[in-house]
């Protein structure tokens, strides 16, 4: 019954998802017709239907419905509610569900509160929403009903895969969604504003929250992934350029370009054609995104299933909508007005560099990324990594850094090179500095020595935009942008620092035994079978000393799950501030020595910080510019009010 | 620039943003070209090999019999096979992954060395019951349906 609820629910919407779209599509000829007035009541009742959905779904996990196909192949009796709960979205159908009802609710959010725009581009907007949602309901209908019933209800559930079983799932699928789909309104909004040839400061201040919150998310979701991967995995590393990996990272970039287009736009009113464009990019590469890990086109560990007809129907999608946008744009970018003009050297300029570059790191890793599978056209074979992404994207990528020191202290519109000359002159001089002296100390690559020397110039330039400013009455958006940047700064110096620095130990110990790693004496005492609500495991009982300091007790295992059957490795973890000390126990070799690996990765955690303080950084924008936004509001409501009095005393005096 | 008129800047700001991304893509396509670590079955990386120290990958079938362990503990030694007479000889020095054993598919990352032993720098073994290195679920279509049982029991 409540499968059915589901999916009825699920029928509705899409009902309602076409009816808006419709409803939006007349609203451009007669804004005054019926259905143009339901147009945003029907985008709130679609959002509540889809979340009444998915909470259909929530259920049928949480009591182990094992009639419906999707718990019985993806859940099981015996595990952890919080994990039957997070099994709902940790599968293709029920995370295309999520995506939808992420998506419905924000387009019911729009439809709710936003009122700044000019109705007609309101409702242009809301039907480009609904005209995306229409398509993933389609997709969720005909090709991955989350509700199917089985024909036999079966005894016990398949399980979840044990390296999903992890709190770090329950919210990082989610978390990268909650990313796609704010750019799927940034999307809309750029639809609606080019159908109605509305490309005003006014969308860019309307889109921007939007912009900041899928950035906000992405970052998390990325700094969240990496940091999964890096615990759960076993490997010790943090990156692997693996497609999937990729996949939030290509939408990052665009993100990131277009909230500081998006920026200018809002703020000078320039950039209009480009930030248009950069709204349908985004939008793309989410979907570019999910095609590519929801296909299982390319080689993954996070792929789930390899199923080409549910490729194929997202390829279907994304040419659809990206091809809709880019004609669009190609039959209206003529007609968007030049905005204001700027000179080479002011902040305009810097972020025009800044948006260049980011298009062209996204260029490369998208090329990087799909050129597997146009060798495989040819029925030649490759894998792309390391090799290739991390000196071509540093091409990129460093120049942008660089720029991205100076680019906060120019000023709008047009600024002297003479004023921000010693600044410069003093970061320049710091950079050729420190990386002298580390060339000279150690031996490390050349990408970790730019990236240190770079890191330390860019954490002090990132405060420089608030030298001569008054800390308490300085906007909120500005710490914003300052704190995201010495974000960018940390996690620089942490990635630098773990390729540059970190030491590693394999060894195959007896108990009893002591390996050494970068300062750290590590002694094996001892391995005991353990178990857990699913599992059973070996368990290495590691002592960890530095020096003469604290005595600390590592546990790292071997895990075995039953179900589904499958060996895991967890890692023991011990950090210091100085960084992480990073412990693998591996097999029983024949003479009954056990395989240990051991990593000293300094600064190694700054990584995740550093990601964490630039979600922070778009916190603070996204709450900094809805507080003016707000107090524009009232601003222009007490002026209202004053001239309705005053009109209402003259009258009276009239009278 | 501040003196251009405004379709003047815009049509700039359009070349450069082409030049740079233009470059960009170039760069890719040839470091793509070189930096591109290709796929090799047992039988076309003796036939054909690569050069000593390039990177590639290594796909085929763990030789039963062959999986051996050092005497440090930590480096094994086995034959990836195409089920044919094709064997190269691999080294790993490193922790197993998950799910490796004889008559597994594996993918090995690393390169040839002067003496003909694929050293690896990585393997990659299937990791669930829903995953299977790609390479090796072509493989099992046009060339050893057996083994691709094997290495896929519980996949639909």
Sequence with gaps: MIAELGLAALWLAAALAAMQLIGGATAQHNEESDLALLVRPVAILQGLLALFAFAMLMWLFAVTDLSVKLVAENSHSLKPLIFKLSGAWGNHEGSMLLWVTVMSCAGALIAAIEHRLPEKTMRATLAAQGFVALGFYAFLLFSSNPFERLPQPVPEGLGLNPLLQDIGLAFHPPTLYFGYVGLSVAFSFAVGAMITRQVTPEFARVMRPWVLGAWVFLTLGITAGSYWAYYELGWGGWWFWDPVENASLMPWLAATALLHSASVLAARDALRAWTIMLGVVAFSMSMVGTFLVRSGILTSVHAFAVDPERGSFILALLAIYIGGALLLFALRASSVAEGQRFALTSREGALVFNNVMLSATLGIVLLGTLYPLVTEAFDVRVSVGPPYFNPVGAIFVLPMLMVMAVGPLLRWRWDRFERVRLPIAILVALVVTTAVVIALTSDIGVLPLLGLSLAGVLAIASFLPLRGRKLWRTPIATWGMVIAHFGIAVALFGMASESAFTSERLAAVNPGDTEHVAGWDVTLQGIEPVAGPNWTALEATLVAQRGSGDVVTLHPQSRNFWAPPQQTTESALLTRWDGQLYAVIGGQAQDGRWQLRLWWKPFVTLIWYGGLLIALGGVLAIIGRLASDLKRRHIRAQAQQRRADRAGRAVGEAA | ?156
């Design chain 2, 1 to 156: 620039m501040s003196g251009l008129k405004a379709k003047h800047q815009r049509l700039v700001l359009i070349v450069i943003a082409l030049v740079v991304l233009i470059s960009a893509g170039l760069l890719a396509a040839w470091s793509l070209r070189n930096q591109a670590s290709y796929f090799y079955l047992p039988d076309q990386l003796l036939e054909n090999p690569p050069e000593t120290g390039q990177p590639v990958r290594l796909g085929g079938m763990v030789a039963a019999g062959s999986l051996q362990t050092l005497p440090d503990g930590v480096t094994i030694s086995f034959a990836v096979t195409d089920q044919k007479e094709a064997r190269v000889p691999v080294r790993y020095s490193g922790i197993l992954p998950d799910l490796f054993v004889e008559g597994s598919g594996v993918v090995a990352e690393g390169s040839l060395s002067a003496d003909g032993t694929f050293i690896a720098t990585n393997l990659l073994a299937k990791h669930d019951e829903n995953y299977v290195p790609r390479e090796l679920q072509e493989m099992s279509e046009h060339q050893a349906a057996k083994m691709a049982e094997e290495t896929t029991v519980g996949l639909k």
